[in-house]
């Protein structure tokens, strides 16, 4: 498929359409120069938007990375036919920014800290995790994007900030906090699964689902009664993220054993 049809069948809206029309722009822009070529930063929904685009084109050379290891917001970087993926460092494109504010009383959020960058002007896709510390916080951003950090992002909320760069190598993410859940259900479906995973009803997370509240591996889905296997994420507006690590056997019941990961 040329560039035109595969925009028409995978985009669902505009907005779908322009990322993925940048990303394959920069996909023969790899490819025409033989260079590696970067998108900007795609949240984990838009990833999942991307990756069945770059199947349909033939599996190009590519990696996805956000700075460090388990980043959720990353880029897509397209290589040349020479280049493997180890040979890629992530210096060239991204950079990291360490801004920090008093440590009493502060309590800067992701939100206060993201609001800031907005403030000066910065588009959500320039800049990547935010790393929230106690008298921290480490901002992942695109190379052509941190100057303009370092010289504008002086205030987040109403405390002054003292930035610096720093390696992408420095920068400490905390260890991602979860709640492990061993529960039975009747059938591998959405709604069964979700209810176990956040602690609903069974007709409450159906309502979720339904009303376009809920994504399965990142992409919205309205069915309760889609299917979930062994390794999917599941995310819902106001309950948060969980995955299903393992699909066991059968209980005495004849329920099925799962094991999910809700993150806190």
């Known amino acids: 498929?040329?560039?035109?049809?595969?925009?028409?069948?995978?985009?669902?809206?505009?907005?779908?359409?322009?990322?993925l029309a940048r990303a394959l722009d920069q996909m023969d822009r790899a490819a025409n120069r033989s260079i590696p070529c970067a998108t900007?930063?795609?949240?984990?929904?838009?990833?999942?938007?991307?990756e069945p685009v770059l199947a349909a084109s033939g599996h190009p050379k590519h990696l996805f990375h956000g700075g460090f290891e388990g980043?959720?917001?990353?880029?897509c970087v397209f290589l040349p036919d020479w280049q493997e993926p180890g040979d890629w460092t992530a210096d060239g494109d991204l950079s990291?920014?360490?801004?920090?504010?008093?440590?009493?009383?502060?309590?800067?959020?992701h939100r206060d800290l993201l609001g800031g960058l907005m403030g000066i002007g910065l588009t959500r896709e320039k800049v990547g995790?935010?790393?929230?510390?106690?008298?921290?916080?480490?901002?992942v951003c695109l190379k052509e994007t941190a100057p303009i950090i370092l010289s504008?992002?002086?205030?987040?909320?109403?405390?002054?900030?003292?930035?610096?760069?720093?390696?992408?190598?420095?920068?400490?993410?905390?260890?991602?906090?979860?709640?492990?859940i061993h529960d039975t259900v009747?059938?591998?479906?959405?709604?069964?699964?979700?209810?176990?995973g956040f602690s609903l009803a069974r007709s409450k997370a159906a309502d979720a689902i339904t009303g376009g509240r809920v994504s399965l591996n990142h992409r919205e889905c309205?069915?309760?009664?889609?299917p979930v296997e062994e390794g999917d994420v599941l995310t819902g507006r106001g309950l948060g993220k969980c995955v299903v690590k393992t699909v066991g056997g059968q209980s005495r019941k004849g329920r099925i054993i799962i094991e999910i990961e809700r993150y806190l």
């Open 152 to 180: 504008q992002f002086d205030q987040a909320g109403r405390y002054r900030l003292k930035l610096k760069e720093i390696p992408l190598t420095g920068l400490t993410p905390a260890p991602a906090q979860v709640k492990v």
């Open 186 to 196: 009747a059938a591998l479906r959405l709604d069964a699964v979700l209810a176990s």
């Open 96 to 109: 990291a920014v360490e801004a920090a504010y008093p440590s009493t009383g502060a309590g800067l959020t």
């Open 222 to 226: 309205l069915k309760p009664d889609k």
């Open 129 to 139: 995790d935010i790393l929230v510390n106690e008298a921290s916080a480490q901002i």
């Open 1 to 19: 498929m040329n560039k035109t049809e595969l925009l028409n069948k995978f985009s669902k809206d505009p907005e779908e359409r322009i990322i």
């Open 40 to 50: 900007q930063f795609l949240s984990p929904a838009q990833r999942a938007v991307l």
């Open 71 to 75: 980043a959720e917001r990353t880029v």
